[in-house]
């Protein structure tokens, strides 16, 4: 079958405008024209394409969306993306901009295109991160125990020991199964040489599932007879499997969970939220936790219950004014007294970060090799350590070819992509470079694969990542056939946090092996074969 294009037609928009190569090249949008197509498709390689092939043939797994997407018009399109957007707002799927005075909810940006990988190559993804999880939670065990890898001269010990998210609290406290990150959130793109690379490692408290499942869930009321035509993955167990991890990381055989939120006002309180109601166990602030004779108890309408796991959305310093901010107001005293006499479980443990800090992100590889003995399955971006002379020195010369992060930042914030910057923005940074350099790490700026996505334009390439969420409990990880795709929303830009103007996609793992599609390809009349 051929399927011709039309002059102006979506598709015709599609395979010019996704061979963007370079932030100038973003602007070519649907209103405008697109590159001439022999001159897009020999920039191709710079970024990784994840419908098309370099020749611009349509990739299998995209083989059946893009036929279905070559039959809507924009008004089509753009009338899905609203009823998207009116779901995510009538259920309260909000996020909260901190930084903004003009107004801090705001619903998700959900884009109807989603992302396919093959599940073939998904296999690679599942082994990396199961990989790099158990080698995560080894590192957090022996630094809290034993501290073998600092003995072997492997990761210095200043890096550690006096790591801001280093607690002396969890010194010798043993958990089920070693496991200190029961939750995880590992960041993942694709460069523009077709290969994964681990971003960074998120185990502190990692967000964004509530999005991954509902995206879902639009996607599946919105374009049904898509769903039909594919074999994708599910990745609505998610909140039995969380809870199936609570329970195997707890010390006893029924467990009472619940999950503890700062409140409302946080960014992420909808999915805490959520969350709780899918798994069917109670939702609570610090204020409905006491702790007595080293055991925690939840107020009730029926007197006191004894809590044995906590799965706890707020960060580390706020856990227990007695151990950690005495000014906290969200926290549990006495909360680590019981956590260290084996009383409660905490997921995730306490002192994760010192792990997935971006500056002890280049030692990860090491890692998987002493712990595990095994080579890395997924690769990690070239680092450079600003608290090393020559790393430092490294990153003041080429400041405008690097992007610069904070090693304890997040959401976007705090971060330098030399490239885009103004002088005044380089000068900015080179001056805290210079004042604390053990604060910041720099990468190259990376290729980020394009995905085609509606924008107000139309539709046109933008750059994405991907979010697997990992859970890991005694012997066993498992790991959600889906993640949360990011994409950076704004015209040329790499930050895809929503945060910063990101949005999210739905991801589809599908099964090709039983399928006899073929690759689609451009035929003389400049249709598709």
Not at 344 to 351: D, E, K, L, S
Not at 498 to 515: R, V
Request: with cysteine; charged share 20%; aromatic share 8%.
């Amino acid at each position: 079958m051929i399927y011709k294009f039309e002059k102006g037609s979506i598709m015709t928009v599609i395979s010019r405008e996704i061979s963007e190569t370079s932030i100038n090249l973003a602007s070519d949008t649907l209103s405008s024209g697109a590159l001439p197509y022999d001159i897009a498709q020999s920039l191709l390689p710079r970024f990784f394409n994840e419908m098309s092939l370099d020749s611009g043939d349509i990739r299998q797994s995209y083989h059946n969306f893009f036929h279905w997407l070559n039959q809507q018009s924009i008004e089509q399109l753009n009338k899905l993306n609203g009823q998207a957007t009116s779901h995510f707002y009538k259920k309260g799927i909000t996020f909260t901009v901190y930084s903004d005075a003009d107004g801090t909810e705001r619903v998700i940006p959900f884009d109807i295109i989603p992302r396919i990988i093959e599940q073939k190559e998904w296999k690679i993804l599942e082994a990396g991160c199961d990989q790099r999880i158990r080698a995560l939670n080894a590192f957090l065990h022996d630094v809290y125990h034993n501290q073998d890898i600092i003995r072997a001269g492997i990761v210095p010990a200043e890096q550690v020991i006096a790591h801001d998210s280093f607690q002396p609290w969890m010194l010798n406290v043993d958990l089920p199964g070693k496991v200190y990150a029961q939750i995880s959130g590992i960041d993942l793109i694709r460069h523009g040489d077709g290969q994964y690379y681990v971003l960074e490692d998120n185990l502190r408290t990692p967000s964004g599932v509530s999005y991954m499942l509902e995206g879902r869930s639009i996607s599946q009321k919105l374009m049904p007879e898509i769903f039909a035509s594919h074999k994708i993955s599910p990745v609505h167990d998610y909140p039995a499997l969380l809870k199936q991890t609570l329970i195997a990381n707890s010390l006893v055989e029924n467990p009472t969970i619940v999950v503890l939120t700062p409140g409302r006002f946080n960014s992420a309180y909808y999915e805490h939220a959520f969350l709780a109601r899918e798994m069917g166990v109670p939702l609570v602030n610090g204020y409905d936790l006491f702790v007595e004779g080293n055991e925690v108890f939840l107020k009730s309408i029926r007197g006191k219950v004894r809590v044995d796991m906590i799965y706890r959305r707020l960060d580390d310093p706020f856990l227990d004014p007695l151990a950690f901010r005495p000014d906290s107001m969200l926290g549990v005293s006495g909360l680590m007294a019981a956590y260290r006499a084996g009383k409660v479980m905490i997921a995730n443990a306490p002192g994760t970060g010192v792990a997935d800090d971006k500056s002890i992100y280049p030692y990860v590889g090491d890692m998987i090799e002493f712990y595990l003995g095994e080579k890395p399955i997924l690769h990690n971006v070239p680092t450079w350590q600003c608290r090393k002379k020559d790393d430092l020195n490294y990153v003041l010369a080429h400041l405008s070819e690097l992007v610069v992060k904070e090693a304890q930042g997040s959401g976007g914030y705090g971060m330098l992509i030399g490239p885009k910057a103004s002088q005044a923005e380089l000068e900015d940074f080179r001056r805290r470079l210079t004042d604390d350099p053990a604060a910041y790490i720099a990468q190259p700026t990376l290729a980020l694969s394009v995905c085609p996505t509606l924008v107000e334009e139309g539709i046109a390439p933008r750059h994405i990542d991907l979010r697997p969420f990992v859970l890991s409990s005694p012997g066993q990880v498992k790991i959600t056939s889906g993640g949360l795709t990011r994409v950076a929303l704004t015209q040329g830009s790499l930050v895809v946090n929503s945060s910063q103007g990101g949005g999210t996609k739905d991801t589809w793992i599908i099964d090709l092996e039983d399928t006899t599609l073929p690759v689609m390809t451009h035929d003389a009349a400049g249709g598709i074969a």
